[in-house]
């Protein structure tokens, strides 16, 4: 049964720090490209950050550069983005995406809420 599951969202201050996890079971992790995407109310899903599946290239969206790190640990069937000096912009649902040759995963969402 494939699972892609997101954890470790939450509400934090401006310029807090989280770390969420996507924890992947059920198909071949170490294939799947991971992106990180987010979907605040009333706009579009964004993607935020990408990695590879072997090189573990990265690659970010330009608002989130310097702030944001992705991650992964294909022993673990985990990718992780670090999500530093986070701003109220960044307020959305993320999403975890893992996308392969013919399939694409996606997770259920967790909420970040960057307020004071």
């Known amino acids: 049964q494939v699972q892609v599951v997101e954890s470790g969202g939450g509400l934090v201050q401006p310029g807090g720090s989280l770390r969420l996890s996507c924890a992947a079971s059920g198909f071949l992790f170490s294939d799947y490209r991971v992106n990180w995407y987010r979907q605040a109310p009333g706009k579009e899903r964004e993607l935020v950050a990408g990695?590879?599946?072997?090189?573990?290239?990265?690659n970010y969206a330009d608002s989130v550069k310097g702030r944001f790190t992705i991650s992964r640990d294909n022993a673990r069937n985990t990718v992780y983005l670090q999500m530093n000096n986070l701003k109220p912009e960044d307020t959305a649902v993320y999403f975890c995406?893992?996308?392969?040759?013919?399939?694409?995963?996606w997770g259920q969402g967790t909420q970040v809420t960057v307020s004071s």
């Open positions: 990695i590879s599946s072997t090189r573990g290239t990265t």
């Open positions: 995406n893992a996308v392969g040759l013919l399939k694409d995963f």
